[in-house]
């Protein structure tokens, strides 16, 4: 869907970072309020790593899905060795 509307699998890599402060309150009721990354409410690319070595409270089966896709998985691990590199694609896309 990203592709469709024009976003690059860096693109939809980087977006996806906003995770970082995400928390679920709709998805599965028995775990609200927990967050998507083990800094939550800061802004930083803990989302990638946490999200790639299972250690985030609480994954979107969508995140763990891209961050295994083939063109989009990548990026989940360099943007969570750089948040430099992150921080810029971001603004881009
Ligand atoms: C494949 C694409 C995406 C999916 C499937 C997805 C899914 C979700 C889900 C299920 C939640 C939790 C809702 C809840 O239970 O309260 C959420 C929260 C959130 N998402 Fe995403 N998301 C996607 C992309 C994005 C993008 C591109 C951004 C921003 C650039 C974003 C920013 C956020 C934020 C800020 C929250 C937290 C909202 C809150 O705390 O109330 N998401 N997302």
Sequence with gaps: MFQHHGFTAEDTAALMGAHTVSQQDFTFASEIGVAQDTTPNVWDNQYYNDTLDGSAPFSFPSDVNLSN?????????????????????FAAA
Excluded: D, H, I, L
């Excluded at 083939?70 to 694609?89: D, R």
């Design 69 to 89: 896709q083939t063109s989009v998985g990548p990026y989940y691990k360099s943007f969570g060795q750089n948040k430099t590199q992150w921080e810029a694609s």
